[in-house]
């Protein structure tokens, strides 16, 4: 296939196309059906045909206008446009405000890799200020370690980074980190449940139980909270319990990270965890791991077990996610 | 002096619902008639209504005999992270891609300027035939959103597409992915290459490891400089040079063409992990080693008994 050397460069029409490396298929080339614009095609209908509305070099051809059709005028210049230049005097930033634990930290990930480590004050308040960005659609997310080192879920804001401005993004609030004094419980023994969230703030915790049962605990001044549940009214299981807190009504979390706690004497073989090298985070590595195992039965991917590796078990990695 | 200016936002990041609603997937296009020979672009939107959600495959059928898929971008997804390249087929008439958000997408926040709802954005080349048509681009049923729930649940979904009208002559002017491409001076993000090595993954060969963005025209691939040419590559990719010596030198490159080279640190590699096979093949190497060493010095010691209990002659 092809010929000269394989480094897969552009051909400019299907007789120059050029050998990818390996020569197991070609490099982009004009006639390939894909637009490249960055090689200056302003078409690429996937032939070489002239007679159509792409000639052979990837130009358009526009087509004849149809009798007594009025002709087309040409695209006036707009006087002092400057196209897609951004000053560099121009600040384009972003500040994120929000509430995690008293004085722990917050890992700030932007599209999902880490870039920051903030620190939150006794109020558990945090404050993010970037350096410049590229503007354009953005994700944040914020992932906060306790004063015990239990990290929470990951929280997460889509917005607009807007050219040539600061934005600012407020009542970014973190769920309660959540830890349980063991995660297989005979009935009827003691279960605690505890955590961090904002000092004094009400922590609400969803035990996941048939009987659809919330309990709720007070955070004291240091923003600790701790809870002690009965488990001999539990039904036999897993549950998956999670908490939220509020402050007041415009400040308050959702449901964050869920630990799950088995209910009974013989517990179930484990399920595999989004954690897949064991470093102890959810990260690009796991998730390169994961690819490798795509479309695949393999156990150690297939975290909700219906048999194949598929986009339910990658929603499940995301909801993980540490960065 | 310039100064910059201020838009505030509020998160409100603690009215995660709880109520089950549907999520909605639409296409739609900067106008609905378009004539032969006109390129525009199809913004693919996914719409939470109150349901936090993570991660969506999507699939778009479109009739080959008037439109064609040239190109897709990422340029301004909400998804930081992409099962594989998004695929176009121009036989079948179909674009699919799936992709994620980690942390889940919980919708527009109060005082976003943007609707910060696209997911990728296809570009059409309108090639019908002569006479006036419409055009249905559709999302197929077979299109998935999941719920931010770490259980993998499906979200009720709505598909919406869009018709068009497609007339025999061109209706603009010029080629609005051309001069979106043409206006990106940018090159992706900048993004950090991670050289691991796992016991199970790749029988613990070294693979490098990386993702960036592009918020422009979007990204298009990545490079590897390796055997002194640059090839295209996917993440992760099994490192030719397992001693680590040359280097690893990976670029993203952009629809437009921009660079960016990734930064690698090789102090964070962690130490070389061995698969099972290799390490059975090691003791096993070493066993015989020591079993050849014994019975060498036993039948070294045999003969000097032998030579030391023999009479002189």
Not at chain 2, 145 to 168: E, F, I, Q, R, W
Request: hydrophobic share 40%; aromatic share 8%.
């Amino acid at each position: 296939m092809g010929a000269g050397n394989n480094i897969g460069s552009y051909g400019s029409s299907t007789a120059q196309r050029v050998c990818a490396p390996g020569c197991n298929s070609y490099g982009p080339y004009c006639g390939d059906g894909i637009l490249q614009a960055r090689f200056g095609e302003q078409c690429d209908d996937g032939n070489s045909d002239n007679n159509d509305l792409c000639d052979t070099s990837c130009h358009t051809i526009p087509p004849a206008p149809p009798p007594g059709a009025p002709s087309r005028g040409s695209t006036p210049d707009i006087p002092g446009a400057i196209p897609g230049v951004v000053s560099a005097d121009l600040q384009t930033r972003v500040v994120l405000k929000g509430k995690a634990f008293p004085l722990s930290s917050v890992k700030i990930l932007r599209d999902g890799a880490p870039v920051d480590v903030v620190r939150t004050d006794a109020n558990a308040d945090f404050i993010y200020t970037s350096g410049q960005l590229t503007p354009g659609t953005a994700t944040f997310g914020f992932v906060g370690t306790d004063r015990a080192n239990a990290q929470s879920f990951t929280t997460s804001v889509v917005f607009e980074i807007v050219q040539s401005a600061v934005t600012t993004v407020e009542n970014i609030f973190l769920p309660p980190t959540i830890s349980v004094s063991s995660t297989h419980v005979t009935p009827g023994d003691p279960l605690t449940i505890s955590g961090f969230t904002v000092p004094r703030a009400t922590v609400t915790i969803d035990l996941q139980d048939s009987s659809k049962a919330t309990l709720s605990a007070k955070a004291d001044d240091t923003g600790a909270w701790a809870l002690q549940v009965d488990t001999a009214s539990l039904a036999t299981g897993f549950h998956a319990i999670k908490a939220a807190f509020m402050l007041t009504p415009f400040i308050k979390s959702g449901f964050g990270k869920a630990v799950n706690v088995y209910i009974g004497r013989d517990i179930p073989s484990g399920a595999s965890s989004p954690d897949l090298n064991g470093d102890g985070k959810v990260n690009l590595i796991d998730f390169s791991i994961f690819l490798i195992s795509w479309n695949t039965s393999d156990v150690r991917t297939d975290f909700n077990h219906d048999g194949t590796t598929n986009l339910a078990d990658f929603s499940i990695m995301l909801f993980d996610w540490t960065g | 002096m310039r100064r910059s200016l201020s838009v505030a936002m509020l998160a409100l990041a603690g009215l995660i619902p709880l109520t089950a609603n549907a999520a909605t997937l639409s296409i739609d296009t900067p106008k609905t008639s378009y004539g032969r020979g006109d390129t525009f672009i199809a913004t693919v939107r996914l719409d939470n209504d109150n349901e936090c959600v993570n991660a969506a495959q999507v699939e778009i059928d479109y009739p080959t005999n008037l439109l064609r898929a040239v190109d897709f971008s990422r340029g301004d997804s909400i998804f930081s992270l992409w099962v594989g390249d998004p695929q176009i087929d121009t036989e079948k008439g179909t674009v699919t891609f799936s992709g994620g958000v980690p942390g889940g997408y919980c919708g527009r926040i109060a005082g976003d300027p943007a609707q910060s709802n696209i997911i990728g954005e296809i570009v059409f080349t309108v090639v019908g035939n002569d006479a006036e048509n419409k055009a249905a681009v559709n999302l197929a049923a077979s299109s998935r959103v999941y719920l931010h729930d770490g259980l993998g649940t499906p979200a009720l979904l709505n598909l919406k597409g869009v018709t068009l009208s497609l007339m025999p002559v061109p209706t603009q002017d010029s080629n609005p992915w051309l001069a979106q491409v043409g206006d990106d001076a940018t090159p992706p993000e900048s993004f950090a290459v991670q050289v691991e090595s796992t016991r199970d993954v790749f029988g613990g060969k070294y693979y490098a490891v990386f993702s960036t963005v592009d918020k422009q025209s979007g990204l298009d691939h990545y490079e590897i400089f390796e055997d002194g040419v640059w090839n295209r590559v996917s993440s992760p990719h099994v490192l030719k040079d397992q001693t680590l010596n040359s280097g690893v030198m990976i670029r993203a490159i952009d629809k437009a063409g921009n660079i960016r080279l990734g930064d690698y640190d090789a102090k964070s590699v962690p130490p070389r992990q061995y698969s099972f096979a290799e390490m059975f093949s090691f003791y096993l190497l070493l066993g015989i080693a020591v079993l050849a060493i014994i019975i060498r010095l036993y039948f070294a010691r045999h003969a000097a008994r032998e030579n030391s209990a023999s009479p002189a002659s």
